[in-house]
């Protein structure tokens, strides 16, 4: 995807601060982090949503959740507790139209429904 700025970090032609990299993903720090551990977590190939995958996508997932657990383990906040979110679409709070995973740590989180 041309247009896509993920797709854009993923391949170097914008400079992310990228914390992680291998053969299928990439995860750098949010622009806009909204606690001391904020990073994206987004699969190389370009997958627009969750509610695009595809039964061939598990081990992808499956790969992404274990790199959120090493990323969250070398920032020190996998003991303490930290959030992995996933927006999908734009009624699900999806802005960047690229699938990715927030991990979030390093303060106490509110329970999100209250």
Not at 30 to 43: G, K, M, Q, S
Not at 54 to 76: F, N, S, V, Y
Not at 82 to 111: A, E, Y
Request: with cysteine; hydrophobic share 40%; aromatic share 4%.
């Amino acid at each position: 995807m041309d247009t896509c700025i993920f797709c854009k970090i993923v391949s170097g032609e914008i400079k992310g601060d990228v914390v992680y990299r291998d053969e299928n993903i990439t995860a750098f720090r949010d622009l806009h982090p909204v606690a001391p551990t904020h990073i994206l977590i987004v699969p190389n190939r370009h997958i627009e949503s969750v509610s695009k995958l595809e039964p061939a996508d598990a081990t992808l997932m499956g790969q992404l959740l274990l790199t959120a657990r090493k990323l969250a383990e070398e920032a020190g906040i996998a003991e303490s507790g930290f959030r992995l979110i996933s927006n999908t679409g734009k009624d699900g709070g999806q802005t960047v139209f690229h699938l990715h995973i927030h991990l979030i740590g390093g303060q106490g989180m509110k329970h999100p429904m209250g």
